[in-house]
């Protein structure tokens, strides 16, 4: 039996529920000699830690008169700054525009979309002082539009103003002044400054811990004092090209480079042992502060914080298909061409069709699995056909009443099969007919290969 909680309050308005994050101690994970507890961030209102610096920054934009009554409000962010911008911008009436680059989650964008803000999409493959670099596009938009505030939470003051009055305090009271090491990631730098010169006033013998990304810039530049060029890594809203503006990086005692694979393993890991769904950002987060606990020669009380919440990650380091298609996962190999299947049939990973199943339901199937073709297979699990978007077209286009019927009178009954010992040069010609290939022997069928099957192999040879 846990022990009675006091009663929550009644909050009058969302923006109230900011803050005041509870501090969970991990217990089923091994941290060495010491205990390790996180702060659950992913709990604000927003989902992230950033409602925080969102609620700060605005508040201060409307004191000094930068954002008026009606304004618009732009921001460049990696998605959760945006979230939070949202949240209180729809509270208080504001328009809302976010610059975000293509690595983030579909659910992120959504989410962005489905609260009211304007989404601009910008690449993530190129660096700070290119045109198409996503702060500097929207610097750009707010510098061409009179009316608008540039939130600019790398060099915005109120950023790490906001981690020094609500979550350092928090955390200090928390831990009832108890903390040897707290561990963070830089994206403004926000977090690691605020919290950091909080903790580091109260006790100067507390350490601040840098998580970084692999291909980040700011783990050699921590540990080495070295400058080098920055690389790309996967996950969201941590790393940097370049130091912001309002981040000490004197306050950083030591960093940990994660790489990608190491963060979503940890972060699967985190919520399969200890029931916390978190970011990708918490996976690097995590995996650091496993990393330094795991070190110490003697006991310490170390903190990190759930930045976010994993939900936003459902379709990434949480699909299983995702981590495989990347790499994160490995799979058996057989030195053959049915390592280019990325469904692959005998372990059930791909979505058939019975030859009496209704077209209707094909079409609802292909919808769920967000697929384009599929294999019908007969009782004895032999591809009798393939169903795609054309053939159902085809039916929707020429029969009406095609719905009810089964998809074995629209299917294309000419299956392209392959043998596994097929080569890759074999595959070409079916490709270039516009068609899927089937691989199978006499014994079984082991999957489909399409033309971003091949991509997506030849890809990963780069």
């Not at 994970?29 to 961030?41: A, Q």
């Not at 328009?95 to 910008?122: F, N, Q, Y």
């Not at 200890?274 to 995590?286: H, I, K, M, R, Y």
């Amino acid at each position: 039996m846990t022990s009675p909680r006091a009663t929550a309050p009644v909050f009058h308005n969302i923006l109230e529920m900011i803050g005041n994050t509870p501090m969970l101690e991990i217990t089923r994970i091994d941290t060495g000699p010491c205990k390790l507890f996180v702060k659950m961030e992913s709990m604000n209102p927003g989902n992230s830690i950033k409602d925080r610096i969102a609620v700060t920054m605005i508040d201060a934009a409307e004191k000094s008169g930068k954002l008026k009554k009606g304004g618009r409000i732009v921001e460049a962010t990696a998605g959760n700054t945006g979230l939070a911008l949202a949240l209180v911008a729809g509270q208080k009436g504001y328009r809302l525009t976010v610059v975000v680059p293509d690595k983030m989650s579909d659910e992120k964008i959504s989410h962005l979309r489905a609260m009211g803000a304007e989404v601009v999409l910008t690449r993530s493959d190129v660096a700070k002082g290119h045109p198409e670099y996503y702060q500097d596009v929207a610097e750009k938009i707010a510098r061409d539009d009179p009316d608008a505030f540039y939130a600019s939470q790398f060099t915005n003051e109120a950023n790490p103003q906001a981690h020094y009055e609500t979550t350092g305090p928090e955390i200090w009271e928390q831990m009832d002044g108890k903390i040897d090491a707290f561990v963070a990631g830089i994206g403004s730098g926000g977090t690691v400054s605020g919290v950091g010169k909080f903790l580091k006033e109260r006790n100067p013998n507390c350490e601040i811990i840098l998580a970084d990304p692999v291909g980040s810039i700011l783990t050699p530049l921590v540990n080495e004092g070295k400058k080098v060029q920055p690389g790309s890594w996967l996950v969201e809203g941590i790393g940097e090209d370049f130091v912001p503006s309002i981040c000490h990086l004197e306050l950083v005692k030591k960093a940990y480079a994660i790489s990608d694979e190491e963060a979503f393993h940890t972060a699967r890991e985190l919520l399969k042992k200890e029931g916390v769904l978190a970011g990708s950002s918490v996976g690097t987060l995590f995996a650091a502060a496993l990393r330094y606990c795991r070190e110490q020669k003697e006991p310490k009380r170390v903190v990190t914080l759930i930045c976010d919440n994993g939900a936003k990650y459902l379709s990434k380091m949480f699909n299983d298909f995702w981590m495989v298609d990347n790499g994160f996962i490995k799979r058996p190999t057989y030195g053959d061409i049915r390592d280019l299947i990325a469904r692959r049939h005998l372990e059930r990973e791909d979505f058939c069709l019975s030859p009496e199943i209704p077209v209707l339901q094909a079409i609802k199937r292909m919808r769920m699995f967000s697929i384009s073709q599929m294999a019908v297979v007969d009782e004895k699990d032999r591809v009798v056909g393939i169903l795609d978007e054309t053939d159902v077209l085809m039916a929707l286009v020429r029969d009406r009443d095609c719905a009810a019927k089964p998809v074995k009178d629209f299917m294309t009954s000419r299956v392209e099969t392959v043998r596994p010992t097929a080569s890759v040069n074999d595959l070409l010609p079916i490709f270039r007919a516009d068609r899927v290939a089937v691989v199978a022997d006499d014994k079984h069928f082991y999957g489909l290969i399409t033309k971003i099957d091949l991509i997506n192999y030849l890809r990963k040879q780069l």
